[in-house]
């Protein structure tokens, strides 16, 4: 992958999971600059907060990308997805991120700090970075998806 910026986000929920995951990301892939979007601390905050945040940057970026952190990965993702140009997608396991990428072209990737091990994060988030979006009939299916974004 080229230069690349990916904003981070989570909110009390997921911050003890994005501490380690940042570093270990960095550390993995020194190309990227991933920017840390918040929360700072595990005390109490609302997600939406921190999901229109990093949602609000990657819609604004051609190609740009973020992670967001939650108890469960859900919330970010419904309040992520309220973006205009946001394809943000939940992934539990390495076949639900790859398959983000290949047919969603997920441009937001979330994750629930209450559900996965911290291990289990970094094997997705690596798989969701470093797989390729197929186009063909998955393309047609996007536009589809950005006329009903157009009609809302
Ligand atoms: C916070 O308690 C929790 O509701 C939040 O992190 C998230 O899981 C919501 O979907």
New binding site residues.
């Given amino acids: 992958m080229s230069q690349k910026t990916v904003f981070v986000g989570s ?4 911050y003890a999971l994005k501490q380690p995951l940042l570093a270990r990301l960095k550390a993995a892939f020194p190309n990227i600059d991933f920017q840390d979007c918040g929360t700072h601390s595990s005390d ?1 905050v609302d ?1 939406p907060n921190f999901a229109e945040k990093v949602a609000g940057q990657v819609a604004a970026m051609q190609d740009g990308r973020g992670i967001l952190i ?7 993702c ?1 309040a992520a997805n309220k973006i205009k140009g946001i394809r943000a997608t939940s992934s539990w396991n390495i076949e639900s991120a790859r398959l983000s990428r290949e047919h969603n072209d997920s441009n937001i990737i979330c994750l ?3 559900l996965i091990p911290e291990d289990l994060a970094f094997e997705l988030v690596k798989e969701w970075l470093t797989t390729r979006f197929l186009g063909d009939r998955h393309s047609r299916r996007l536009d589809q998806i950005r006329k009903l974004e157009e009609k809302a």
Avoid at 11 to 14: I, L, N, P, V
Avoid at 70 to 76: A, I, K, V
Wanted: proline share 0%.
């Fill in positions: 909110d009390h929920a997921g109490s997600y939650c108890g469960t990965g859900l919330g970010m419904i629930g700090a209450r």
